[in-house]
């Protein structure tokens, strides 16, 4: 039989046991409520706080901090990155100016300017992109608008993909800037990702390449052969003189003699 010793002693390390079960329930009871009734915003990130749904300009919290807030449905809390975005849209076949068929991806890098407008408008990160992605393949009109010498070309000076990319990125903020309720963002730049020959194109480029090399090279023998006949006829004209000159000298030394 236990001694009353050891009947101690299991009270205790049961007493103990609880002691810590309620003292881990207590915290965690204290984090839950923490986080339910409050809410953290980082350095990177600018956060709204909505209430049933709206928000306010007082509910817009730009400096980093804790801040207090009601549990949902009540309130609910949206942090927008301050960094940059970058959206990339899928690759599209298109047309240029002179009837060439290239594959092109592009892509727009943006950013939240006004986080109460982009929260009434858009909500999410997820939500602008689908707004956003129409209007960047709007934009290959522009890309239509150039020849295709004027994007793939030997000679940098006639390359204008810099000219390309700063009409598109005016476009799109001209888009953004109709559109009927404001989506709070900034468009920083517009841009060709990559530009891909499709199979077609690129034997339309060597066809017109080797056409470009045939007609350089006629060129060259047409010169050539101008050249040489112009050479030839000054050199049969001062052999003639040579001729004439040396004949009156012999009839001059025959008339002597």
Do not use: C
Request: without cysteine.
């Amino acid at each position: 039989m236990m001694d009353a010793r050891g009947r101690r002693t299991l009270m205790m390390d049961a007493n103990m046991k609880s002691l810590s079960a309620l003292i881990i329930a207590v915290i965690v009871l204290v984090v839950l409520v923490f986080f339910t009734f409050m809410y953290t915003v980082r350095y990177d990130q600018v956060a709204v706080l909505t209430t049933f749904g709206a928000a306010s300009e007082q509910s817009v919290k730009l400096e980093p901090g804790l801040y207090r807030k009601w549990p949902p449905p009540i309130q609910r809390v949206y942090a927008y990155p301050k960094q940059l975005q970058i959206l990339e849209d899928r690759k599209v076949e298109l047309q240029t100016k002179d009837n060439y068929a290239i594959i092109l991806s592009t892509y727009v890098t943006w950013r939240i300017e006004d986080p109460l407008a982009f929260n009434r408008a858009l909500k999410t990160i997820e939500a602008a992109e689908d707004k956003l992605s129409p209007l960047l393949r709007d934009l290959n009109s522009v890309v239509s608008g150039y020849a295709f010498d004027q994007m793939v070309n030997s000679d940098p000076s006639k390359v204008l993909l810099p000219e390309i990319e700063q009409k598109a990125t005016a476009r799109f903020q001209q888009l953004l800037a109709q559109q009927s309720q404001p989506w709070g963002i900034a468009v920083e730049h517009v841009g060709i990702r990559r530009l891909i020959l499709p199979e077609a194109t690129t034997d339309k480029v060597f066809e017109r390449m080797r056409t470009t090399r045939q007609r350089m090279a006629q060129k060259a023998r047409s010169e050539g052969d101008a050249e040489a006949t112009d050479i030839r006829s000054s050199a049969d004209e001062a052999r003639d003189k040579i001729l004439a000159f040396a004949e009156s000298r012999a009839q001059a030394i025959r008339a002597r003699g």
